[in-house]
């Protein structure tokens, strides 16, 4: 007969691995994306639906974090939102990052201080967004084909220990579906793991 203190730390064990599922549980590379609804920092409400016939980037963040910020500082994820604007893909970023959220005016003016190349700005404030896809880091990229299909999810690059100078040398897994998706071919990794600042999700989803 297992003692309480053994029985109250499989209760535990099994609390951890069952949130830790919940939060990795998302979309399946391969599959439909799920459809959403948003409203950008302009108020205007839109649907992930409004963008079928063209690719669609979800670009998980938080202005905090140390990867987002080396991101950003060494040019890597400007560079990258440029080559998806010139193929007319979409850039959609996303926060939902409870303790890591600006308020619609900070958020603006982070976008500008950075040269942001981006299609709308999401607060995921309740985190239901970030769940839905199963963002688990900042960044956290997913990459949508023309025809809905999720066809990456993952880290941006292949380097979570690169210093600031040589990211921009990394393998870039999204600079790579996007130019298979403009060829017209299937996505060579499909499926990365991401690294980053985790996402802290609020109490409120």
């Not at 053994?6 to 209760?11: M, S, Y």
């Not at 302009?42 to 987002?68: H, I, M, Q």
């Not at 201080?113 to 607060?123: C, E, L, M, W």
């Not at 941006?156 to 999204?174: F, K």
Request: proline letters at 4%; hydrophobic letters at 40%; charged letters at 20%.
């Amino acid at each position: 007969m297992k003692s309480p203190l053994k029985r109250l730390l499989w209760v535990v064990v099994l609390l951890v691995v069952g949130t830790a599922t919940l939060l990795s549980a998302g979309v399946e590379s391969g599959k439909p994306a799920p459809d959403f609804t948003f409203t950008d920092l302009a108020g205007k409400t839109r649907k992930l639906s409004d963008f079928r016939g063209k690719v669609v980037v979800l670009e998980w963040l938080n202005p905090a974090c140390p990867y987002v910020v080396r991101h950003y500082r060494s040019g890597n994820m400007q560079s990258t939102q440029t080559v998806a604007a010139a193929d007319g893909a979409v850039w959609l970023q996303v926060n939902s990052t409870a303790m890591g959220d600006l308020d619609p005016e900070k958020s603006v003016e982070w976008q500008k201080k950075q040269g942001v190349v981006a299609t709308a700005y999401i607060r995921d404030q309740s985190g239901k967004l970030g769940r839905l896809f199963g963002a688990q880091t900042t960044p956290h990229c997913f990459v949508i084909g023309r025809d809905g299909t999720l066809a990456y999810q993952g880290a941006i690059d292949d380097q979570s220990q690169a210093t600031q100078a040589n990211t921009p040398a990394a393998h870039n897994y999204v600079k790579a579906a996007l130019a298979a998706l403009k060829a017209g071919q299937s996505v060579e990794k499909a499926t990365t793991q991401p690294y980053g600042c985790g996402v802290k999700y609020g109490d409120g989803s």
